[in-house]
């Protein structure tokens, strides 16, 4: 027979495995405890009639200790589930512990509403987008940070090679020794032509017959008159210069009494062309 006496007083003054003694209070670590305090009401081990209120996967359950099998006690605690519904919950509570102290049955059903308070809000959390801490290795991190600097390095060697042997082979200095693709040569030349084709003036636009005035004919070949003649006096203009730098060039050689060879040169200034007539 389980006498529940002897039972407190080995609990409270010799030893127990579940006691945690701290300065203010002692609380208790059985998992059946209704309060998580080490006192003679919640001790679940010194009362033959106890029951308290567990959760298992979002599922809350009663659960009832029956004495006459304290010879067996994994199967000594009567398991009942509860509604999810708040009031019909606390009327199980009460029609399961109708003759049980009062003590027990307030605390079940104080343990019972924090209980479903978490489970509500665990799933609101869940609903909501939340960061994911992810535990990062520094072995790895090192390892990475080593490589994307060796990959780096090598890229900008690469980088220099490449337009080493660009300006190499621009100014033919293999000539044709080596036989190498020329994809990259022929891209570079490419990139040229286009970057040239860019700076170069825009096309001539052509017009209809139809857009040109009579007036801009005869202009046109006003233009074209005094052009003609403007030539001719060019033209005449150089045959005169031609004749005065025959004429007025005169190299003479002396003999100076040494024995020595003497040079004699005249220049003349060039005279300035006449100025084009400017059209009208």
């Given at each position: ?104 049955i307030h605390k079940c059903k104080q ?117 003609e003649e403007s030539s001719e006096f ?47």
């Amino acid at each position: 027979m389980q006498s529940d006496e002897v039972i407190w007083g080995i609990i409270k003054y010799q030893f127990c495995s579940f006691m945690a003694k701290t300065k203010s209070t002692t609380f208790c670590r059985n998992e059946y405890n209704v309060t998580g305090l080490c006192s003679r009401q919640a001790c679940p081990l010194a009362n033959s009639r106890y029951a308290t209120v567990r959760e298992h996967d979002g599922v809350i359950y009663l659960y009832m200790k029956v004495i006459e099998r304290a010879h067996q006690p994994a199967k000594m605690w009567e398991r009942v589930k509860l509604s999810r519904n708040y009031e019909t919950a606390l009327k199980q509570i009460d029609t399961h512990l109708i003759y049980w102290p009062k003590f027990l049955i307030h605390k079940c059903k104080q343990r019972f509403t924090k209980i479903t308070q978490y489970l509500i809000r665990m799933r609101r959390l869940k609903l909501k987008t939340q960061r994911k801490l992810v535990p990062l290795n520094r072995k790895v991190e090192k390892r990475e940070k080593r490589r994307e600097a060796k990959a780096l390095v090598a890229a900008r060697l690469e980088t220099a090679i490449e337009k080493e042997l660009l300006e190499r082979l621009k100014k033919g200095t293999y000539g044709e020794i080596y036989n190498f693709p020329s994809t990259a040569f022929e891209k570079a030349l490419d990139e040229e032509e286009l970057s040239e084709e860019e700076e170069e003036e825009e096309a001539p636009e052509f017009v209809a017959d139809d857009e040109i005035e009579e007036s801009d004919i005869s202009d046109i070949e006003d233009i074209e008159g005094l052009e003609e003649e403007s030539s001719e006096f060019e033209s005449e203009a150089e045959e005169e210069e031609e004749k005065e730098r025959k004429d007025t060039a005169v190299v003479g050689r002396k003999r100076d009494r040494g024995g020595r060879t003497r040079v004699e040169i005249e220049y003349e200034t060039e005279l300035e062309p006449p100025a084009k007539v400017k059209a009208v």
